[in-house]
C-alpha cells in the first residue's frame, strides 16, 4: 500500500504544475489589475502605473509565471496587492477560522446524522421515518444563503442567543481559554447552517444503505443464527452502510476547507471562501493563485485520504 | 468611484432580503411616496441627532460597517486606499486642518496654514496642545514625514501625485537624487514652511494640495518604508492624534477604540467604541433589535428597509459623486500624453450628445430606481459645494420634444421610415452603449436608458451585448475601445471640486477624450492664481460648467446622497460638513444603557 501511496504522492508533482500554469494564465486573462480599482481622481495615473511597473506586471506572462514558480517553491507567495500583507499570513489568518469552521460542522454533520439515518432506515416507514424524509427533502432543497439568514434573524437578531458577525469578540486574549470559548460561540450559528444542509446528503445515504442491507443475505444468515437484532445492527448493518460515507469525507473535508462563500458572508466569518471570492474582484493575482494551489493540494491529498480510508474500512478494497 | 464599485455585491443579498420576507414589500409603497417631491424636499435629511434626554456616564458605543467583505485594517491615512478604512481611520488618526462647509481650510484645528501667494510659500504650524496617543507632542518632523514616506521611492501607496510634485525638490527627492526634500523647510519644533512650483486656490482646500495629516515618526522611524504598510505598527497599534485609539483589532471583523486621554480637545465621553462589520441586510436586523448604534456607509440601494425604524434616527447629507454620460470623442495618445479630439467620431456632432441627454428623465430614474436618494445632476460639480453652485445652469431638464428638434436640425432622420434615424448621410446609425452591472437596478436602468433613446429615435444598443463588471468597464472606457460610444460612469471628486485632473487635456481619466482651446483656457482660470479672489473662482468654475453644458462633453445624472442610521440614544452627533469632516467623535454620548429597541 505505502508503494501506492508514494507513487500517488509523486505523481501529484505533474499534477499541481500543470494546475499552477493554468491557474497563472487564467488569473491574468481576467479583465483589469490589482490596480484598476484604485482610480480616483485624486490618485496619479503615472503614480499607478508605476505601481503596476514595480509589482512586475508590465512584464511578459512567461517572466511573470517565472517569477511566480520561483518564489512558490520557496515558498515565497508575495504580498496581497489588496490587504498589504503577505500571503501566506492573510492565508493563514483566514485559513485558522475555516479550519475551525469546518471541523466544528463536520463534527455537527456527523452527531445528528449518524444516528438519525440508522435509526431512520432500521424502522423504516415509521412515523420518525417519514419525519426525517421530509426533513430531508426540507433541508436539500433550501439555499445556503436562506437557512443562513433565516437562522441568523432568529437566533442571533430575534432571540439575541448568539453572536451576529465576525469570528471572535474584539478584546478577548488570545490563547485563553475564555478565547476558545468566545470563537466557539460565534461558531455555533455558521456551523449549525452548515451542518443542517450537510446532514441532507449523509442522512439519506445512510438510510438507503441500512434499507439496502437488511435484504442482503449476510444479514439474513445473522439473523437465522440467532444473532440478536440490536447486534446485527451494531455490528453487520453498520459497518457495511458506512461505505459511501466513508469514500465521501476526504471530498467533503476539501469542500469545507475551501470555505463556504455564502455562510462566511451571512455571518461576517472571515474565512478562505470569502477570502477567494473577493481577491477575483480585487484582481488579487497573488492571493488567487496560492489558493488555488492550496486547494489543488487539498484536493489530491483529500481524494488519496478518501482511498486509503477505503481500503481500511472495505477489506475487499485494495490499494495496489 | 471606487466605493461605487464595490456596491456591486449588495445585490445578492437584496435579492435574498426580498426572499425572506424581511422589509422587501414596502419598496413599493415608498415609490408612491415619492411621486411628488420637489427640490425642496432635497434637504428633508439633518445632519444632527436630537436628542434631549440626560446623558449616562461613558458607555460603549456599538458601531457597525455595512460591507460585504472583511476589511483591510491600513490604519494610515498616508497607506490606506479605500472608502472602509478611511472610515475606521477617522475615529483614531486625526486630521491637521478643520475646514468651513465648503471644505476651506479654517485656522482652528491641530494646526493652522498661512500661504503667501507671492513667494509660493505655505506655512504650517503646529497647536501647541496637539500630542499622539502616546503622549509624545506632535512636532514638525512628524508633519514632514508624511511628505518624506509618500515621496520616498519604495512607497507603496498611491497618494504621490501632482500634488505631491508640485514641492520644490519632491522629485529629486523622490528619484534618489536628494536625501530630504528641499522645498520642505523646519522653522521650529512647531513649525514648517513648504515651497511649491505652482500655487493655486486648490491649497486651501482639505485635500486640495497639503497634506492633511501626520505621521507619528519616534514611534514609525525604525520601520522600513517598503515595510511600513504591513508592519504592526500601523496594522495592529497604530498611534494617531485623532479622538479615540485603536486598542485592540481583529483582523477583517472588529475593532476596539478606547479615549485617546491626550486628544487635544478634551477627553472624548464615551469609554469605549466597539465597531464591528456586517452585511447590509444583517445591519438592518440589527438596528431594528437595537444591536447597534451607528452603522457607517450603509448602502442606499435598501434604504427603505431602514427608513422608517422607531428606535432609528436616518442622517442624511450630500455625497461627493455624481454619475455622467460619457460621449467617446477620441483618443488618448500615450507618446505624447494627451487627448486627441476626432471631429469625426461618430459622437462629434454636439446636437447628437445634447439630445441623448434632453431624452433621459434623471428626476424620474431617481425616484423610481433610488428612493430619491440620488436626484438629477444639473452640472458637474456635486451639489454639496454650494459655492459653486449656480442655477442658471440646468443640466439637461428631461424634454424629449426637444431631443428630437435637435436631431433634426442636426440632420439625423429617418430616411427609410421604420421608426429610426439615420446618420447625416443616410446611412443606419448605431451607437454602442457601456454600462455596469452594479447593483440590483443596472439592467432595468440600461434599459431604460435605451428605450427612452429609441423613443427620439435613436438605436441605441449594449456594448458587448450585456452590462459589464467593474474591471471590463474600465479596461474598455481606457483603452477607447471602437465599440464604446455612449457609457455611463461615475465619479467620486473628493473634498476639491478642481475638474482639471478628470476634463484636462493631459489628464487620462478625461476617458471622453474630449478637448478645445477654449476648455484648456477655462480649466487654466480656475487653477490660476487669480482664483485665489472667490468671486473670480467662482465664475471660472461657471464659465466652465456653461461651456461643458454647451458643448455637452458629457451629461450629468444623478448626484448621490449618503445616509447614516443612528440609534435615538445617541447623542451629540454632528455629521455636518465642515470641522475636521468627521463624525465629532469627541462629543458623542449616550442617554441608555442599551440601544433602544
Known amino acids: ?320 | 468611484m471606487k466605493k461605487i464599485g464595490k456596491k456591486a455585491i449588495v445585490a445578492l443579498l437584496s435579492t435574498t432580503l426580498i426572499l425572506t420576507g424581511c422589509g422587501g414589500g414596502n419598496k413599493d409603497g415608498k415609490k408612491e411616496d415619492t411621486k411628488n417631491v420637489d427640490e425642496a424636499e432635497k434637504n428633508k435629511f439633518s445632519t444632527i441627532v436630537e436628542n434631549d434626554e440626560k446623558a449616562i456616564e461613558g458607555g460603549t458605543l456599538q458601531a457597525v460597517i455595512a460591507t460585504e467583505s472583511a476589511f483591510k485594517g491600513v490604519f494610515s491615512n498616508e497607506f490606506q486606499e479605500d472608502a472602509f478604512d478611511s472610515q475606521l481611520n477617522d475615529i483614531a488618526l486625526g486630521a491637521l486642518f478643520t475646514t468651513d462647509a465648503d471644505f476651506n481650510i479654517t485656522n482652528d484645528g491641530a494646526a493652522s496654514l498661512e500661504l503667501d501667494k507671492e513667494a509660493k510659500k505655505a506655512t504650517i504650524k503646529i497647536n501647541d496642545n496637539v500630542k499622539w496617543s502616546d503622549g509624545e507632542p506632535l512636532k514638525a518632523e512628524d508633519l514632514i514625514y508624511s511628505y518624506e514616506v509618500i515621496g520616498h521611492k519604495d512607497y507603496t501607496g498611491v497618494r504621490y501625485n501632482a500634488d505631491m510634485t508640485n514641492i520644490i525638490g519632491m522629485e529629486e527627492y523622490h528619484n534618489g537624487k536628494a536625501d530630504t526634500i528641499s522645498g520642505i523647510k523646519t522653522i521650529s519644533d512647531k513649525e514648517i514652511e513648504i515651497s511649491f512650483e505652482e500655487v493655486s486656490p486648490s491649497l486651501l482646500v482639505a485635500g486640495g494640495g497639503i497634506w492633511n495629516s501626520a505621521m507619528p515618526k519616534h514611534y514609525l522611524k525604525d520601520v522600513a518604508i517598503k515595510d511600513l504598510q504591513s508592519s504592526d505598527k500601523i496594522r495592529k497599534n497604530p498611534v494617531g492624534f485623532g479622538p479615540f485609539v485603536i486598542t485592540n483589532v481583529v483582523p477583517g471583523e472588529s475593532i476596539e477604540y478606547l479615549p485617546n486621554e491626550y486628544y487635544y480637545k478634551g477627553k472624548p465621553k464615551l469609554d469605549k467604541i466597539i465597531l464591528n462589520r456586517a452585511i447590509p441586510t444583517a445591519v438592518v436586523e440589527g438596528l431594528k433589535g437595537g444591536k447597534y448604534d451607528v452603522a457607517i456607509l450603509m448602502p442606499t440601494e435598501i434604504y427603505p428597509t431602514y427608513a422608517d425604524l422607531e428606535n432609528v434616527t436616518v442622517l442624511g447629507r450630500e455625497d461627493f459623486a455624481y454619475s455622467y454620460l460619457g460621449f467617446k470623442q477620441g483618443k488618448w495618445d500615450s507618446e505624447k500624453d494627451e487627448v486627441v479630439t476626432d471631429p469625426k467620431a461618430k459622437m462629434a456632432d454636439v446636437k447628437l450628445r445634447q439630445a441623448m441627454g434632453y431624452a433621459i428623465d434623471k428626476k424620474a430614474i431617481g425616484q423610481e430606481y433610488y428612493s430619491n436618494l440620488r436626484v438629477e445632476a444639473t452640472s458637474l460639480i456635486p451639489q454639496l459645494f454650494k459655492d459653486f453652485q449656480n442655477d442658471d445652469i440646468k443640466g439637461f431638464p428631461y424634454d424629449p420634444e426637444k431631443a428630437e428638434k435637435l436631431l433634426d436640425e442636426a440632420g439625423y432622420k429617418d430616411v427609410d421610415g421604420d421608426g429610426i434615424r439615420e446618420d447625416k448621410d443616410g446611412k443606419p446609425l448605431e451607437i454602442k452603449f457601456l454600462s455596469r452591472s452594479n447593483g440590483e437596478e443596472a439592467e432595468a436602468l440600461s434599459e431604460y436608458m435605451m428605450q427612452e433613446w429609441e423613443a427620439i429615435g435613436l438605436k441605441v444598443t449594449l456594448s458587448s451585448g450585456r452590462l459589464v463588471e467593474f474591471n471590463s468597464f474600465y479596461d474598455k472606457i481606457k483603452a477607447d475601445d471602437p465599440d464604446v460610444d455612449v457609457y455611463f460612469g461615475a465619479w467620486s471628486v473628493g473634498s476639491d471640486p478642481t475638474p482639471t485632473g478628470l476634463y484636462g487635456r493631459d489628464a487620462a481619466f478625461n476617458y471622453t477624450r474630449f478637448a478645445s482651446k477654449e476648455l484648456d483656457t477655462l480649466l487654466k482660470n480656475i487653477a490660476s492664481s487669480k482664483s485665489f479672489d472667490l468671486e473670480y473662482k467662482n465664475n471660472a468654475f461657471k464659465e466652465w460648467q456653461e461651456y461643458m453644458m454647451d458643448e455637452a462633453v458629457v451629461v450629468p445624472m444623478l448626484n448621490y446622497y449618503e445616509v447614516l442610521p443612528v440609534n435615538k440614544r445617541v447623542k451629540g452627533l454632528d455629521w455636518s460638513r465642515g470641522g475636521t469632516n468627521s463624525l465629532s467623535w469627541e462629543k458623542i454620548e449616550l442617554t441608555a444603557e442599551e440601544p433602544l429597541k
Open chain 1, 1 to 320: 500500500m505505502w508503494k501506492t501511496v508514494l507513487r500517488r504522492v509523486l505523481f501529484m508533482i505533474p499534477q499541481l504544475f500543470i494546475l499552477s500554469i493554468l491557474i497563472f494564465a487564467l488569473a491574468k486573462l481576467m479583465p483589469g489589475d490589482p490596480f484598476t480599482g484604485l482610480i480616483t481622481p485624486d490618485t496619479d495615473p503615472k503614480t499607478i502605473e508605476a505601481l503596476r511597473e514595480a509589482a512586475g506586471l508590465n512584464d511578459s506572462i512567461l517572466v511573470q509565471y517565472g517569477r511566480w514558480i520561483t518564489n512558490a517553491f520557496k515558498g515565497d507567495f508575495g504580498v496581497s496587492y489588496t490587504h498589504k500583507i503577505a500571503v501566506s499570513s492573510i492565508i493563514g489568518q483566514r485559513a485558522g477560522n475555516t479550519v475551525f469552521l469546518s471541523l466544528f460542522t463536520i463534527i455537527m454533520t456527523y452527531v445528528i446524522a449518524l444516528p438519525v439515518g440508522l435509526l431512520a432506515g432500521r424502522y423504516q416507514n415509521s412515523i420518525f421515518d417519514k419525519i426525517v424524509v421530509i426533513y430531508n427533502y426540507i433541508s436539500y432543497a433550501v439555499p445556503t444563503f436562506v437557512l443562513g439568514l433565516v437562522i441568523l434573524f432568529l437566533f442571533g437578531y430575534q432571540l439575541q442567543w448568539f453572536p451576529t458577525s465576525g469570528s471572535v469578540d474584539v478584546g478577548v486574549t488570545s490563547g485563553t481559554f475564555a478565547y476558545f470559548m468566545n470563537k466557539l460561540y460565534h461558531l455555533i450559528l455558521p456551523g449549525l447552517t452548515g451542518a443542517i444542509l450537510g446532514t441532507a446528503t449523509t442522512i439519506q445515504y445512510l438510510r438507503n444503505e441500512v434499507i439496502d442491507a437488511k435484504q442482503q443475505d449476510f444479514v439474513k444468515t445473522a439473523r437465522s443464527k440467532g444473532v440478536p437484532v440490536s447486534k446485527v445492527y451494531s455490528r453487520h448493518i453498520f459497518r457495511n452502510s458506512m461505505l459511501p460515507i466513508t469514500s465521501n469525507i476526504g471530498m467533503e473535508l476539501v469542500a469545507l476547507i475551501s470555505g463556504s462563500i455564502f455562510i462566511e458572508t451571512i455571518f461576517a466569518y472571515p474565512g478562505i471562501g470569502q477570502l477567494f471570492i473577493q481577491s477575483i474582484g480585487s484582481r488579487d493575482y497573488s492571493v488567487i493563485t496560492a489558493l488555488v494551489m492550496l486547494f489543488g493540494v487539498i484536493t489530491l491529498i483529500g481524494t488519496l485520504v478518501s482511498d486509503i480510508l477505503m481500503s481500511v474500512v472495505d477489506p475487499r478494497i485494495r490499494l495496489d
